[in-house]
């Protein structure tokens, strides 16, 4: 199984925003749902936002609600993740993979994951 490759990140002010990709192309990401997932420094991993296979269905974690927008292209290979009114808190490495529900995503293998995007939110 190949790695999803994640992009977009950088050092970002207050207030800003970004829009992060995740190219994931081939099995099982074109059939699955997929998620971003962000783990700030010393936390654990955490979800974030979900989108389905079609693109028709969208889920979001209740702390991004209304700042965090997922979308995916039609070929199924690149899901995107657009931020807004970016804040300190907001400072982790952004990852994406498969979304199985709000269980089995902590089961993933450690190796599915790719290197994921670092995010900085800094004055």
């Known amino acids: 199984q190949a790695q999803p490759v994640e992009s977009g990140g950088g050092l970002v002010q207050p207030g800003g925003s970004l829009r992060l990709s995740c190219v994931a192309s081939?099995?099982?990401?074109?059939?699955?749902?997929m998620g971003w997932f962000r783990q700030p420094l010393g936390k654990e991993r955490e979800f974030l936002a979900a989108?389905?296979?079609?693109?028709?269905?969208?889920y979001f974690a209740d702390s991004v609600k209304g700042r965090f927008i997922i979308s995916r292209d039609e070929s199924r290979t690149t899901v995107f993740l657009q931020i807004t009114d970016l804040q300190p808190e907001d400072t982790a490495v952004y990852y994406c993979?498969?979304?199985?529900?709000?269980?089995?995503?902590?089961?993933?293998?450690?190796?599915?994951w790719g290197q994921g995007t670092r995010v900085t939110v800094s004055a």
């Open positions: 993979n498969t979304y199985q529900g709000p269980d089995r995503w902590r089961t993933l293998p450690e190796h599915s």
């Open positions: 081939g099995p099982p990401f074109d059939y699955y749902p």
């Open positions: 989108i389905s296979a079609t693109a028709q269905t969208t």
